[in-house]
Nanobody, 124 residues
Framework: QVQLVESGGGLVQDGDSLRLSCVASGLTFSRYVMGWFRQAPGKEREFVAASRWDGGSTYSTDSVKGRFTISRNNAKNAVYLQMNSLKPEDTGVYYC?????????????????WGQGTQVTVYS
């Protein structure tokens, strides 16, 4: 049974940093593309960042470029999202997702496995 468990969310002030973690089990982690998505209240779930299986290629949406960094540790079956210079518009539930398919997807339909999410709230 595949499980993705996110952690690291919280309530922070505008300009602060957070590091999200996602630990996977039940799959061969090093063979999976890993992605981060977020969903704000009343909005669609949107792509944030993704990493190819080897971490050699990463992708992120324009609104987080230069502020968020995705990384992974295949030995620990973990993917991370370092979020710096947080803004109120970054508020939402952040989800970890996994899929074996290439190329690396940037849409929710490109991912098969999902975590339960972790809440990030940024106040001004």
């Amino acid at each position: 049974q595949v499980q993705l468990v996110e952690s690291g969310g919280g309530l922070v002030q505008d300009g602060d940093s957070l590091r999200l973690s996602c630990v996977a089990s039940g799959l061969t982690f090093s063979r999976y593309v890993m992605g981060w998505f977020r969903q704000a209240p009343g909005k669609e779930r949107e792509f944030v960042a993704a990493s190819r299986w080897d971490g050699g290629s990463t992708y992120s949406t324009d609104s987080v470029k230069g502020r968020f960094t995705i990384s992974r540790n295949n030995a620990k079956n973990a993917v991370y999202l370092q979020m710096n210079s947080l803004k109120p518009e970054d508020t939402g539930v952040y989800y970890c997702a996994a899929d074996r398919r290439l190329p690396v997807g940037q849409h929710r339909n490109d991912y098969y496995y999902w975590g339960q999410g972790t809440q990030v709230t940024v106040y001004s």
